[in-house]
Nanobody, 122 residues
Framework: VQLQASGGGLVQAGGSLRLSCAAS????????VGWFRQAPGKEREFVAA????????NYADSVKGRFTISRDNAKNTVYLQMNSLKPEDTAVYYC????????????????WGQGTQVTVSS
């Protein structure tokens, strides 16, 4: 599976962005997808994940109620809708894939896309 993340940009605090993770491969519907982020000088951290069929989602406490993960298997794409953005959300965001079920550790994912930069100004 090859992944391509897009949709990052510069936004003011309180604003919104929608990230997309487009996948190649006919078996994308068998993969859970996670979003992670990494700010300068910090460890990569889990943001959100969705199971292969969309029935299960998981969010980091820091984004619950503000971010929503969804998927459209017909388009081989997973989305991360980010609302009420804060300066502390500034980071490079990565999407990753693994078979079927959600995990929250980056070591649990087998395939990674390149990152997309999200910058939130105060």
């Amino acid at each position: 599976v090859q992944l391509q993340a897009s949709g990052g940009g510069l936004v003011q605090a309180g604003g919104s962005l929608r990230l997309s993770c487009a996948a190649s491969g006919r078996t994308f519907s068998s993969y859970a997808v996670g979003w992670f982020r990494q700010a300068p000088g910090k460890e990569r951290e889990f943001v959100a994940a969705i199971s292969w069929n969309g029935d299960s989602t998981n969010y980091a406490d820091s984004v619950k109620g503000r971010f929503t993960i969804s998927r459209d298997n017909a388009k081989n794409t997973v989305y991360l809708q980010m609302n009420s953005l804060k300066p502390e959300d500034t980071a490079v965001y990565y999407c990753a894939a693994r078979l079927y079920f959600v995990v929250t550790t980056h070591s649990g994912y087998d395939y990674w896309g390149q990152g997309t930069q999200v910058t939130v100004s105060s």
